[in-house]
């Protein structure tokens, strides 16, 4: 069992659609969200994704499909 | 002393010890240094930091580590310059340039890492590391080489050669990542929970973005202990930009200077502007980008401090800009032709936006500005190398230069257009 801490960025059109119950579903993931915001042009929100690691691959590969945005909760950390 | 207390979440308030870490086990939110103010009061005064060494540790007080641990390599302090041929050029009364290009390799990194790196041998590692283009992977080559600790530095593998010998000569342990930027990012988080190595900007980031204050400290004492109308600041994570902010707001808190008013403005390359988009679109909810610009070192597509910047620019009534690639150029030209400053591409981000910011009358001519300039130029000659003064050419003989010289200046001297440079 593993777990990751991502932020997932969601543009308006996707906004609307149940895309974190769908992971949970589709996926052997528990999805645990801590901290989210949306707004007529963004949402985010910040989740844990808990499964077996190569689970987690699918279901991450699955949202960006989806045109979900995927980050590490660290944000970018390649500097200039 | 240092007057560090704890880690506490920005978002939730909880309280944590300190230790490496970075997020909020409860909500996920960024951790930041908390202080002991009230121990600080009648502690540290003016007359104390000015009796201090004429480097960032004259703050060392205000630090989140132990000074016996630090790794001096001479950084900070640099010259707060007053630049009037630059200020009339873009149409301001005063302005000052915040000259870091002269910290020990050529950047305000050095600020960041020295805190990072004096933090991370006062909590025991004996490894550091960080993913980067190349100002901060530079500075943390040099202060481990310093040190004497284990650094890894990880890079995209189609960084350009140059960059690459910047680091590479102090050598560490270099390491090209076969992928793409969101992969090195990937992956570096995941090997800073797996290595027991710190992470400067990953596992000890709390304490590295605390010596960004101290560009906002040394404004403020240079100016003669006050802080100015407005900062100019170049935006990559936007934790600079928060931290400057900060360092004036701290040194109210301790009664060394006036409660500042200082409006914060932030300056980003259009081809990586995530904050700047999301504050001309008046939301605190940035949409990650993926870079495509000259300003490399600002190229952070999804910024971890971008909604703390937006917040602050909300917060002082300051703002934001964007300059095109051409821009950029034009920015580091006027402002090495005005002021005698060579800057890489942030520089050039910076002048630029600073120069839209005064047109568009967001900043006022009145009004007393800092901008900062906060890496040198010699790491990105490409920039600007096909758009700079030719030369003349000539044979070592006085009378042909004599020649040469009266053509340039006659070519000079035809008006716009009507003939060659």
Redesign the interface.
């Known amino acids: 069992m593993a777990s990751r801490r991502v932020r997932f960025t969601f543009e308006p059109e996707l906004v609307t659609e149940p895309v974190i119950y769908r992971v949970g579903h589709l996926y052997d993931v528990v999805t645990n969200i801590r901290m989210a915001d949306v707004d007529e042009r963004v949402g985010w929100v910040i989740l844990e994704l808990s499964g077996e690691p190569a689970e987690i691959d699918r279901a991450i590969a699955w949202a960006e499909q989806q045109g979900v945005r995927v980050d590490p909760l660290a944000g970018d950390v390649v500097e200039g | 002393m240092s007057f560090d207390r704890a880690l506490r979440c920005r ?1 939730c308030g909880r309280e944590y010890p300190l230790a490496p870490i ?2 909020c086990e ?4 960024p951790l930041e240094v908390a202080y002991d103010y009230e121990a600080m009061r009648g502690r540290i005064t003016r007359e104390s930091i000015a009796a201090g060494p004429a480097t960032l540790w004259r703050y060392a007080d205000l630090l989140p580590c132990d000074a016996a641990y630090r790794v001096d390599i001479g950084t900070g302090f640099t010259p707060l310059q007053r630049a009037d041929r630059l200020a009339e050029a873009v149409g301001l009364r005063t302005l000052w340039l915040k000259n870091d290009t002269v910290n020990p390799t050529w950047s305000f ?1 050095d600020r960041v890492v020295s805190v990072a790196i004096a933090r991370a041998r006062q909590f025991g590692f004996e490894a550091i590391a ?7 992977a530079n500075s943390v080559c040099a202060h481990a080489a310093r040190s004497g600790m284990e650094v890894y530095v ?1 890079i ?1 593998d189609d960084l350009e050669h140059g960059k690459v010998v910047g680091s590479a000569v102090y050598h560490p342990t270099l390491v090209m990542v076969d992928g793409t ?2 992969d ?3 992956l ?2 995941e090997l ?1 929970q797996s290595y027991p190595w710190a ?1 400067v ?2 596992n000890v ?1 709390p304490y590295y973005a605390e010596g960004s204050r101290t560009l906002g400290f040394e404004v403020a004492e240079q100016l003669g202990w006050r802080a100015p109308g407005a900062c100019v600041v170049p935006m ?2 936007g934790s600079l930009f928060t931290k400057i902010r900060k360092g004036f707001s701290e040194f109210a808190e301790l009664g060394l200077i006036e409660e500042p008013a200082t409006r914060m403005f932030g300056a980003q390359a259009s081809g990586c502007s995530p904050i700047t988009t999301a504050h001309q ?1 008046g ?1 605190l ?4 980008q993926k870079p495509d610009t000259i300003a ?11 909604y703390y910047a937006l917040k602050t620019m909300q917060e002082t009534g300051g703002g934001a800009e964007m300059a095109t690639d051409e821009e950029i150029v034009e920015g580091i030209k006027l402002l090495a032709e005005t002021e005698g400053i060579f800057s890489e591409t ?1 520089g050039g981000v910076t002048v630029a936006c600073l120069r839209k910011l005064v047109e568009s009358g967001a900043i006022s001519p009145e009004e007393e500005t800092v901008a900062f300039i906060t890496g040198a130029g010699l790491k990105t000659v490409e920039a600007v190398s096909g758009d700079v003064a030719d030369p003349l050419r000539v044979p070592a003989r006085t009378e042909v230069f004599s020649e040469a010289l009266a053509e340039r200046r006659r070519a000079a001297a035809e008006p716009a257009g009507a003939g060659a440079r």
């Open positions: 978002e970075f997020s409860f909500c996920f939110g990194k960080c993913a980067s283009t190349g100002n901060l990880f995209p930027y969101d090195v990012n990937r570096c988080t800073s992470f900007n990953i980031r990559a994570s679109a939301t909810n940035f949409v990650p490399r070192s600002l190229a952070i597509g999804n910024p971890a401090d971008g942030a």
